[in-house]
């Protein structure tokens, strides 16, 4: 039997929230299927754009979730139960204000740390799935969080993701792994 892996990347869909930070889940997503399934994006009802590629001998599928942010959790139960993939077999992509930008961090199960996309996964889904925790920075103020998240990255900042995107992309073996943290040093360094 073939290992099916889940990788889900967390953000809004639609136009508008392209370029955000919290879309940057979605964006990752994006990368690893342009290397693996170009151009192979299907919507799957109104749940989730996917796209599956065979890799290394093991079905991946590659999920953006259409309930937006808040309801991630409905998509990644819905994709868990459809293709009977195990929970730790889920990697979730998803911004991190706590980090700094750029920075990664890469660990399997833990709290949702108030991100409201990890707490929908945690409540439906359950929490042992592998988290890749993007750092986008935090704004000055606590007020501004939410207009933070919701704005686009600047231009110096997309450089910088698109060279973790690089990385990433280029390191898929190390990612669909049984240890994907392993990816982290390459990211950071």
Known sequence: MVECLLIVGLGNPGFEYEN???NVGFQMIEAIAESVAPNSFKKMSQIAEIS?????KKKI??????TF??????????LIDFYKIPIDKVIIFHDDIDLPFG????????G?????????????AGTDYWRVRIGVGRPAEKSMVVSYVLGNFTQEEFEKLNDIKKIISENLSILVSNDPKKLESLINS
């Open 20 to 22: 955000n930070r919290h």
């Open 52 to 56: 599956s590629c065979f890799f290394e």
């Open 61 to 66: 599928i590659l999920a953006k979730p259409l």
């Open 69 to 78: 942010m808040n309801l991630s959790g409905r998509s990644v139960r819905f």
């Open 103 to 110: 920075r990664v961090k890469i660990k399997k199960g833990g």
């Open 112 to 124: 949702n740390g108030g991100h409201n996309g990890l707490k929908s996964i945690d409540n439906l």
